[in-house]
Structures are given as structure tokens and as C-alpha cells.
Nanobody
Framework: QVQLVESGGGLVQPGGSLRLSCVAS????????IAWFRQAPGKEREGVSC????????YYEESVEGRFTISKDNSRKAVYLQMNSLKPEDTGVYYC???????WGQGTQVTVTS
């Protein structure tokens, strides 16, 4: 059974940084792509970034391009989302997702406010 556990969220001022972690169990991460989604209050969940199984390719939603960086450490079974230059509109619950098993973590709250 695949389990994903996110951590690293918090309260930060605009312009600040956070690093989210997603630790996976029940799978060999080398063979799986992982995506980050977020859900702002009153809005639908949206894709933010994803990384291929080999880490050779990645994708970023337009609004986070150049500010967020996704990375993967297969030996630690972890995927990271480095978020810099945070904006209030980045506020939301951030989830990681594995598509093949359609597994979701419980989410971690990110709040960007002055």
C-alpha cells in the first residue's frame, strides 16, 4: 500500500521561502513520477509541479515557474518542493500525488501573509 506523507508547511511572509517534503512508502520511488498539487480556500485543487521517475524532466505551473523547484531523492524515498519568493496567492494546502496508485498524502498547510 502506497503512503505519502507531506511536511514542511508553515506561515511565512511574502518573499519568504519554504521547503516541502513528501516521503513515500510502499513503493520503489525510482519507478514513479510524483506531482505536487495545492488547494486554496474555496478553489479547486490544481497541479503545481511534477517530476519524472528518473528526475530527467519536470513541469511547473506557469504561476510558480522560476520560483519553485521540484527534486527527488530516490534513496530517501522523498520528493521536495523548494518554494522561493512566496506570494499570498501561494497560500493553500499542498499535497503530493502518485498517479499509478492514485495515492494522496494528507497535505501540509502553507500560509503566506504579512
Amino acid at each position: 500500500q502506497v503512503q505519502l506523507v507531506e511536511s514542511g508547511g508553515g506561515l511565512v511572509q511574502p518573499g519568504g521561502s519554504l521547503r516541502l517534503s513528501c516521503v513515500a512508502s510502499g513503493l520503489i520511488l525510482d519507478y514513479y513520477a510524483i506531482a505536487w498539487f495545492r488547494q486554496a480556500p474555496g478553489k479547486e485543487r490544481e497541479g503545481v509541479s511534477c517530476i519524472s521517475s528518473s528526475s530527467s524532466s519536470s513541469y511547473y505551473e506557469e504561476s510558480v515557474e522560476g520560483r519553485f523547484t521540484i527534486s527527488k531523492d530516490n534513496s530517501r524515498k522523498a520528493v521536495y518542493l523548494q518554494m522561493n519568493s512566496l506570494k499570498p496567492e501561494d497560500t493553500g494546502v499542498y499535497y503530493c500525488h502518485e498517479e499509478k496508485s492514485d495515492s494522496w498524502g494528507q497535505g501540509t498547510q502553507v500560509t503566506v501573509t504579512s
